[in-house]
């Protein structure tokens, strides 16, 4: 079945500074892959998804590119934010009706100011 | 319109008890999920119900029964509990499986002593 790394586990950076995070995933099959960002005592919430005839998308601050040969995605914020302090997952979908988004281990993210 | 809601928020349990995790979504989703939130493990699918009527093993089912009471309702059972069990679990809910944006509720944090 699937299964999704995500790197780093941790990530400080300073308010303005751009963060990076990665993730890589086993089956070719996956076409869907989206990004949730979990604030404290809540449920993750979706912030940006791409598919996979798609290599590169961007909302204000957050793009998401996608190398679908290396298998691998990546998350990048720009101009952070002390409130893009937060824990981010990533995931993926394999191309199979029924099935469901298999989730990266997270990556907290501290933004200081 | 309230999303996605479980119950209780909060709960504990001594070793053998068994108790019912409810969730609700008024978003006419079709599929709808569990997971358990562990530190440093990410999101792990119990179960889930593509549509009404299905339901699925994830990656962790094993403890767990799952009902799909109708088209809103998605009931999650801990027969006897055990200390493993203790964990943040979540419920979500899609329009369908794949490529769409997965809700998720508040969580219930589950402690068995």
């Known amino acids: 079945g699937e299964n999704v790394e995500q790197h780093p586990s941790t990530l400080s950076v300073q308010e303005g500074d751009s963060a990076v995070i990665k993730c890589t995933y086993s089956?070719?099959?996956?076409?869907?892959f989206p990004w949730y960002k979990q604030e404290l005592g809540k449920g993750p919430q979706l912030i940006i998804d791409?598919?996979?005839?798609?290599g590169e998308k961007k909302d204000q601050r957050i793009a998401v590119t996608l190398n679908k040969t290396a298998k691998h995605f990546s998350l990048h914020i720009t101009e952070t934010q002390p409130e893009d302090s937060a824990v981010y997952f990533c995931a993926a979908s394999p191309n199979q009706a029924g099935t469901a988004l298999i989730f990266g281990k997270g990556t907290t993210l501290s933004v200081s100011s | 319109n309230a999303g996605v809601t479980q119950t209780p928020k909060f709960q504990v349990l001594k070793t053998g008890q068994s108790m019912t995790l409810q969730c609700a979504q008024d978003?006419?989703?079709?599929?709808m999920y569990w997971y358990r939130q562990d530190p440093g493990m990410g999101l792990r699918l119990i179960y889930y119900s593509a549509s009404e009527g299905t339901t699925d093993k994830g990656e962790v089912p094993n403890g767990y029964n799952v009902s799909r009471l109708n088209k809103r309702e998605f009931s999650l059972r801990l027969e006897s509990a055990a200390p493993s069990q203790t964990s943040v679990y979540f419920c979500?809910?899609?329009?369908?499986?794949?490529?769409?944006?997965?809700?998720f509720g508040p969580g219930t944090r589950l402690t068995v002593t």
């Open positions: 791409i598919r996979s005839n798609v």
């Open positions: 979500a809910s899609t329009l369908g499986t794949g490529y769409y944006e997965q809700y």
């Open positions: 089956d070719s099959a996956s076409n869907y």
């Open positions: 978003m006419n989703h079709n599929s």
